[in-house]
């Protein structure tokens, strides 16, 4: 079945450490996003990728990094320079051509602890 | 992208019809509006999207103003499952981000 899948659902991570969250999609999208969500809070950008090898600053990229070398993969490394990584972070795809509707379609999340 | 101002919290009773709004005046010639619910801890699900034109689909409707400076999401007979986090999200094609808001809370109740 095509889809977004990431990996791991669950991370606890110590302070200081760096951490990599996985971000796969079998739909040959171009698109790749990645998104923190705070309880009770929307979702804020945090990086986007429209093509392979090249990646944009969303709205709180300040301590996070990513890398686009696949167009099926977007990993998204949490640093420890980011001061509150305790979140639950979404990765999203959609396709690009003028046919495309937009949609973006969704991962289940990962939702990384810092203790 | 331009921002958009929805309530905060919303309570619908089973069956009934739920009308969201979303103000978006800010909203450019070449921007369309989407929305998105989100159910507990889950990722966003996609409902639906339109331009200037009316849409219809099988989850739900969209009422864009003429003006479309504001626009309503029909969920036409609500049930408990519909209980979620609803985000109007406006959006310029192809390639533009989408920035979400605080959506609405909609409590769907017997």
């Known amino acids: 079945d095509g889809g977004i899948t990431q990996s791991p659902k669950y991370l606890f991570r110590k302070e200081g450490q760096n951490v990599t969250l996985s971000c796969e999609q079998n739909l040959n999208h171009d698109a790749m996003y990645w998104y923190r969500q705070d309880p009770g809070q929307g979702l804020r950008l945090i990086y986007y990728?429209?093509?392979?090898?090249?990646?944009q600053k969303g709205d709180i990229a300040e301590g996070y990094s990513v890398s686009r070398e696949k167009k099926e993969s977007f990993p998204l490394t949490v640093t420890s320079a980011q001061k509150n990584p305790t979140a639950f972070y979404l990765c999203?795809?959609?396709?690009?051509?003028?046919?495309?509707?937009?949609?973006?379609?969704f991962g289940e999340g990962s939702r990384l602890t810092v203790l | 992208d331009a921002k958009t101002t929805q309530p905060t919290s919303m309570d619908c009773a089973e069956g009934r019809a739920a009308n969201l709004p979303c103000n978006h005046s800010?909203?450019?010639?070449?921007?369309?509006v989407y929305w998105y619910r989100q159910i507990h801890s889950q990722g966003p699900q996609y409902i639906i999207h339109g331009l200037k034109n009316n849409e219809t689909n099988e989850m739900a409707s969209l009422i864009i103003t003429e003006d479309r400076k504001s626009s309503t999401l029909i969920l036409p007979h609500a049930t408990l499952r519909d209980t979620a986090v609803y985000y109007c999200?406006?959006?310029?094609?192809?390639?533009?981000?989408?920035?979400f808001g605080q959506g609405t809370e909609l409590s769907v109740k017997p």
């Open positions: 990728s429209q093509i392979v090898n090249d990646f």
């Open positions: 800010t909203i450019s010639g070449n921007e369309y």
């Open positions: 999203a795809s959609s396709g690009l051509g003028q046919a495309n509707t937009g949609e973006l379609f």
């Open positions: 999200i406006v959006r310029v094609l192809p390639g533009g981000k989408l920035i």
